[in-house]
């Protein structure tokens, strides 16, 4: 703690939700979670996909967004405290 983020949280609006997801998956070896979301302007259903990689992942998630659907709206925050399932951090799990 206290070292500044070494992870990125990325969260991904596209309707290729579900490649991505497959994408994530199989090439990263991330799990990641859906969110419901909706849009402001017309209140469109979206899906959102969660995904925390590691900074050294970030530019082969990145890549891999842009291959499925370079229209993707991608927010990426630093992360760096996370807990849980798959997230025993200290030990590199990312």
Same mark, same amino acid.
């Given at each position: 703690? +206290?070292?500044?983020?070494? #992870? !990125?949280? %990325?969260?991904?609006?596209?309707?290729?939700?579900?490649?991505?997801?497959?994408? *994530?998956?199989?090439?990263?070896?991330?799990?990641?979670?859906?969110?419901?979301?909706?849009? +402001?302007?017309?209140?469109? #259903? !979206?899906? %959102?996909?969660?995904?925390?990689?590691?900074?050294?992942?970030?530019?082969?998630? *990145?890549?891999?967004?842009?291959?499925?659907?370079?229209?993707?709206?991608?927010?990426?925050?630093?992360?760096?405290?996370?807990?849980?399932?798959?997230?025993?951090?200290?030990?590199?799990?990312?």
């Amino acid at each position: 703690a +206290g070292q500044g983020a070494n #992870a !990125k949280s %990325v969260h991904i609006i596209s309707n290729h939700w579900e490649e991505l997801r497959d994408g *994530i998956y199989q090439e990263l070896n991330r799990g990641v979670t859906i969110l419901d979301g909706r849009g +402001g302007f017309n209140s469109e #259903a !979206k899906n %959102v996909v969660l995904v925390v990689v590691s900074t050294r992942q970030y530019a082969s998630l *990145i890549s891999l967004i842009n291959r499925i659907d370079p229209k993707a709206f991608v927010i990426t925050n630093d992360a760096s405290d996370m807990h849980g399932e798959g997230f025993t951090y200290a030990s590199s799990n990312i």
